[in-house]
């Protein structure tokens, strides 16, 4: 019979010291270029940060080159003063303006269909002079027409009565009569223009 080992066969001890050092190897290398590219990107921070602070350092000395306001001087505020006068002055004039345009669209939007004018004055309230003891003089307003039967001016007057611009809205005349071959009656009513910011 033939004889057999039945032992494990010996593994070489140099290859056994081989394995255990390439690992440990391996690892330094891994640190090592760990800790390079973190030395990197701090000097790389490090230089931005430094970069920063001469920008920061360069615009606070242009800042403090710049010299103070100078504080400003009396004509300024005359100047103030008189744009405020006329400002006021302005505000005075176009608050007491009638808006004539307004009042003429709201006389044609409650005029009844049957009613026609033939003449129409208006005019303005006067200021008050500067005497504080003379009024305002108020404005006039007078419409004359003709229409087909005195129900209809009777609906013109009720319907003028709320114009908010008219006030103590009256019968002039009111007169049957001919026009053109037919029976009309003719008219004139009167009425006072509102001062403008007059509260009824």
Do not use: C
Not at 152 to 181: C, F, M, Q, W, Y
Request: proline share 6%; aromatic share 4%; charged share 20%.
């Amino acid at each position: 019979m033939r004889a057999v080992n039945l032992l494990p066969a010996k593994k070489d001890t140099r290859d056994a010291r081989r394995q255990p050092n390439v690992v440990a190897l391996g690892g330094v290398v891994a640190a090592v270029a760990v800790t390079a590219l973190m030395a990197m990107w701090f000097l790389n921070v490090s230089g931005a940060v430094t970069e920063r602070q001469s920008e920061v350092d360069t615009l606070r000395a242009e800042l403090s080159a710049i010299p103070a306001p100078k504080p400003r001087d009396a004509g300024g505020d005359a100047l103030a003063t008189e744009k405020s006068g006329r400002l006021a002055a302005l505000s005075a004039a176009l608050g007491g303006r009638v808006a004539w345009d307004r009042l003429f669209r709201e006389i044609s939007l409650v005029t009844p269909d049957d009613v026609w004018f033939t003449s129409l004055q208006a005019s303005a309230p006067a200021a008050a002079a500067a005497d504080a003891s003379a009024p305002a003089t108020p404005g006039a307003f007078s419409i004359a027409g003709r229409t087909y039967s005195h129900d209809a001016v009777a609906r013109l007057l009720s319907r003028l009565s709320i114009v908010p611009h008219l006030d103590d809205v009256k019968l002039e005349k009111s007169i049957l009569g001919k026009a053109d071959g037919r029976t009309v009656v003719e008219f004139t009513i009167s009425a006072v223009v509102r001062s403008p910011g007059a509260t009824s």
